[in-house]
């Protein structure tokens, strides 16, 4: 079992910046895929980028360029640094950890955190 914590969130002007963090509970951190999902006010809930126990990173298409992902197996957490944010970054963002098992993925998420981006 997986506790996820995130922290960071706030109101933010267009073009700001903002890191929220996500720490996890437990043991063997390192083999936990981790993600980070927003989900923006009257919409699904969308990946915004992931991060594999390794470190390789993939992004949706929009915030290519502007958000970092990152982890720390050290400390057993995993950032989103977000630069030049826009008013549509404006979401619940969710922190997402995944575990393979024999059975099948299996999903543990935190409670999320709201990030608005609004002069």
């Known amino acids: 079992q997986v506790q996820l914590v995130e922290s960071g969130g706030g109101l933010v002007q267009p073009g700001g910046s903002l890191r929220v963090s996500c720490a996890a509970s437990g043991s063997d951190f390192n083999r936990y895929f981790m993600a980070w999902y927003r989900q923006p006010p009257g919409k699904q809930r969308e990946m915004v980028a992931t991060i594999s126990g390794s470190g390789t990173t993939n992004y949706r298409q929009s915030v290519k360029g502007r958000f970092t992902i990152s982890r720390d197996n050290a400390k057993n957490i995993v950032y989103l640094q977000m630069n030049s944010l826009k008013p549509e970054d404006t979401a619940i963002y969710y922190c997402?950890?995944?575990?393979?098992?024999?059975?099948?993925?299996?999903?543990?998420w935190g409670q999320g955190t709201q990030v608005t981006v609004s002069s």
């Open positions: 997402n950890a995944r575990f393979s098992t024999t059975s099948g993925p299996v999903d543990f």
